[in-house]
């Protein structure tokens, strides 16, 4: 079974800066890994992704601000986010998607979410 735990979340003023970790733990490859995020009253959108090859996918208000990067040896993802603003307010969560071996011995797809971490941007 594959646990995710998110930490980095936080208060921080407008033009200031986070980094969220999102740890994967249990028996699996990881394939892409990402984030999201969700503002009170708006849809869960996507904010980046990244593949285990290194391709990387940011949403347009991330891009030029925020960083996201991998380190395959922790099963790790983080996203480095800089020059905070009140609309970056939002539940982020991470996402990862991979093979595991089931019961049986067979690959076995999975997408786990993160339980999500706060980020408040005060202006």
């Known amino acids: 079974q594959v646990q995710l735990v998110e930490s980095g979340g936080g208060l921080v003023q407008a033009g200031g800066s986070l980094r969220l970790s999102c740890a994967a733990s249990?028996?699996?490859?990881?394939?892409?890994m990402g984030w999201y995020r969700q503002a009170p009253g708006k849809q869960r959108e996507l904010v980046a992704i990244?593949?285990?090859?290194?391709?990387?996918n940011y949403a347009d208000s991330a891009k030029g601000r925020f960083t996201i990067s991998r380190d395959n040896t922790k099963n790790t993802v983080y996203l480095q986010m800089n020059s905070l603003k009140s609309e970056d307010t939002a539940v982020y969560y991470c996402?990862?998607?991979?093979?595991?071996?089931?019961?049986?011995?067979?690959?076995?797809?999975?997408?786990?979410w993160g339980q999500g971490t706060q980020v408040t941007v005060s202006s």
């Open positions: 990244i593949t285990s090859g290194g391709s990387i």
């Open positions: 249990g028996i699996f490859s990881l394939n892409a």
């Open positions: 996402v990862v998607d991979g093979v595991y071996t089931d019961s049986l011995g067979d690959p076995a797809d999975f997408s786990s």
